[in-house]
């Protein structure tokens, strides 16, 4: 059976990131009643990370000291939350720059797949299909299947590597014999099922 991050999309990975933190008292908005939780007028970290973007999350100044001391998952929460709040390119430039410190860490493959799709997408950063693929690939060394669906796209597309279909499609044939819903979709619309 598959879990709900195998059948997610890449544009729902960041929100459950941000979900999870929100659960487990990382992001707090309100208190009971709607009633904002205390927070200082003037906090120089809002400041410093987007100029108050991320005003609604009351324990910001938390969630950037353990992005600071080095906890890859608020880098990552920090960073894709910069960059889904940014109004300029400086401020998405930031937000990848957190996402790129969570991709330090050899093991934290989410941070590398959305590195990777930062670098694939322009996001943030200028395109690079060569350094997307470089990110893909330390995801998928963990067994990361939307870092493997991607590369699957990548061969077949050109980017980042030599044209490949047909390892591109072996790539999505193994991950449909996994029950990967998105690569058995694929292999239909390329009529290689």
Same mark, same amino acid.
């Not at 544009?11 to 992001?27: H, K």
């Not at 934290?108 to 060569?130: I, K, Q, S, W």
């Given at each position: 059976?598959?879990?709900?991050?195998?059948?997610?999309?890449?544009?729902?990975?960041?929100?459950?990131?941000?979900?999870?933190?929100?659960?487990?008292?990382?992001?707090?908005?309100?208190?009971?009643?709607?009633?904002?939780?205390?927070?200082?007028?003037?906090?120089?970290?809002?400041?410093?990370?987007?100029?108050?973007?991320?005003?609604?999350?009351?324990?910001?100044?938390?969630? #950037?000291?353990?992005?600071?001391?080095?906890?890859?998952?608020?880098?990552?929460?920090?960073?894709?939350?910069?960059?889904?709040?940014?109004t300029t390119e400086s401020e998405k430039a930031e937000g990848v720059e957190w996402i790129r410190k969570a991709a330090e860490d050899e #093991? #934290?493959?989410?941070?590398? #797949?959305?590195?990777?799709?930062?670098?694939?997408?322009?996001?943030?950063?200028?395109?690079?299909?060569?350094e997307g693929m470089k990110w893909l690939q330390k995801g998928a060394k963990d067994g990361h299947y939307l870092s493997r669906y991607q590369i699957a796209l990548c061969y077949i597309e050109g980017r980042g590597v030599e044209q490949n279909r047909d390892a591109g499609i072996e790539i999505l044939r193994k991950l449909a014999d996994k029950g990967f819903e998105d690569a058995e979709v694929k292999l239909a619309e390329l009529g290689a099922e």
């Open positions: 059976m598959k879990t709900i991050v195998e059948k997610s999309c890449a544009s729902v990975l960041p929100l459950f990131i941000l979900c999870g933190l929100i659960l487990l008292g990382g992001c707090k908005k309100e208190q009971a009643g709607g009633v904002p939780q205390a927070e200082s007028a003037k906090s120089d970290v809002k400041e410093q990370i987007g100029g108050g973007r991320l005003a609604g999350i009351s324990n910001l100044d938390e969630i #950037y000291r353990e992005a600071e001391e080095g906890d890859a998952a608020c880098q990552l929460a920090l960073g894709d939350a910069l960059l889904n709040t940014a #093991y #934290y493959t989410p941070a590398h #797949y959305l590195l990777a799709m930062c670098y694939l997408e322009g996001n943030g950063v200028e395109r690079d299909d060569a």
